[in-house]
C-alpha cells in the first residue's frame, strides 16, 4: 500500500472555495483513485476520481462544482472546491485503487470496507 497524505481543508463560507491535495509516496501504475466524503453515519462516499487516462467521474451533487485533477510527477491528486455548500461539510479522505475507485463513485455506496489504501482526511466545514 502507497500511504496517501492529504491537505487543505479549512473553514469558509458557502459560495466559497477549497483546493485540496492528495500526495502520494510513489508512483503507481495503472491507478485510479479519488476523493471520499465521511457523511455523520462513518460512510466513505465518492465525490470524484480518476484514472490512469485522465478519465473523471463526479458524484451528480458536485458536478459543475468540484473538479479532480492529478499531476503524475509530483504524484499528487487535487480536488478544486468551488461554490461551496454547508452540505459539502465533512472529513475528506483521498483513496488508491483500481477500477473500483470509479466505480464506488458512480454508484455512490459507501466505500470504507472496499477500498483498502486511505489517507488520514482532511476537514471540510463550510458555514452558512
Known amino acids: 500500500q502507497v500511504p496517501l497524505a492529504e491537505s487543505g481543508g479549512g473553514s469558509v463560507q458557502a459560495g466559497g472555495s477549497l483546493r485540496l491535495s492528495c500526495a502520494a509516496s510513489?508512483?503507481?501504475?495503472?491507478?485510479?483513485w479519488g476523493w471520499f466524503r465521511q457523511t455523520p453515519e462513518k460512510e466513505r462516499k465518492g465525490v470524484a476520481s480518476i484514472d490512469y487516462f485522465g478519465r473523471t467521474t463526479y458524484a451528480d451533487s458536485v458536478k459543475g462544482r468540484f473538479t479532480i485533477s492529478e499531476d503524475n510527477a509530483k504524484n499528487t491528486l487535487y480536488l478544486e472546491m468551488n461554490s461551496l455548500k454547508p452540505e459539502d461539510t465533512g472529513m475528506y479522505f483521498c483513496a488508491a485503487g483500481g477500477p473500483i475507485v470509479a466505480e464506488c463513485v458512480y454508484i455512490g455506496i459507501d466505500c470504507t470496507e472496499s477500498l483498502h489504501t486511505w489517507g488520514q482526511g482532511t476537514l471540510v466545514t463550510v458555514s452558512s
Open positions: 510513489e508512483y503507481t501504475t495503472n491507478r485510479y
